[in-house]
């Protein structure tokens, strides 16, 4: 099956702990992002990726970090700088064409963060 | 400041009946204009697409009518049916810095009663 796989499910973080989301793709899609989901306030994008080794800020980077050191995985660690970071956390994946916007997004079934 | 806002944030209508949930945008660079469905648990899926010089799109039940010169774009879902619950999601999308950035309306849960 081809398509994006976010574990786990559920994560519970203590206070001044960081913690990792998975975020693994077969579609051989060039772009990754990862978004944040609060209710009432629909989607925002944390980092995104358009290339292996490459990654730039969205709009609510503060207290989060990336890595894309290949290009199925984009894990993201919710740091202990992080002051809100229980939400709904999203990645997804592009084919990254760069030229047009019609891209689609397919997204993963999400990670339920929660704090302790 | 929101780029994308979506109203209502909440809808309940009976089998057949027609939801329609509203979007407007401010930027005249948008250029590609998605509705993405949720259901509880899972990912949002693309379920329809228009771009701007389009007025209006049909695929199957779910209908997008696009009002540029007003700056806004609405999702009609015809007969609607109990399995058509779930939030959707309204967004536009820029390229900026040969990134294609998406902006999302903030949701809409629709409940259909059987």
């Known amino acids: 099956d081809g398509g994006i796989t976010q574990s786990p499910k559920y994560l519970f973080r203590k206070e001044g702990q960081n913690v990792t989301l998975s975020c693994e793709q077969n579609l051989n899609h060039d772009a990754m992002y990862w978004y944040r989901q609060d209710p009432g306030q629909g989607l925002r994008l944390i980092y995104y990726?358009?290339?292996?080794?490459?990654?730039q800020k969205g709009d609510i980077a503060e207290g989060y970090s990336v890595s894309r050191e290949k290009k199925e995985s984009f894990p993201l660690t919710v740091t202990s700088a992080q002051k809100n970071p229980t939400a709904f956390y999203l990645c997804a994946s592009s084919m990254g064409q760069g030229t047009a916007t019609n891209e689609k997004l397919f997204f993963g079934s999400g990670t339920q963060l929660s704090v302790l | 400041q929101q780029q994308v806002k979506q109203s209502p944030q909440s809808l309940i209508v009976q089998k057949g009946g027609i939801p329609i949930i509203n979007c407007a945008y401010e930027n005249t660079a948008f250029d590609y204009f998605p509705w993405y469905q949720q259901f509880p648990g899972k990912g949002p899926a693309l379920l329809i697409a228009i771009r701007p010089d389009v007025s209006e799109k049909k695929e199957g039940r779910f209908t997008i009518s696009f009002n540029k010169s007003a700056k806004q774009f609405s999702l009609h879902i015809m007969d609607s049916q109990p399995g058509d619950s779930a939030t959707y999601f309204c967004?536009?999308?820029?390229?900026?810095?040969?990134?294609?950035?998406?902006?999302f309306g903030s949701g809409t849960k629709l409940n259909v009663k059987p």
């Open positions: 990726s358009q290339i292996v080794n490459d990654f």
């Open positions: 967004a536009a999308s820029i390229l900026e810095y040969n990134f294609n950035k998406f902006y």
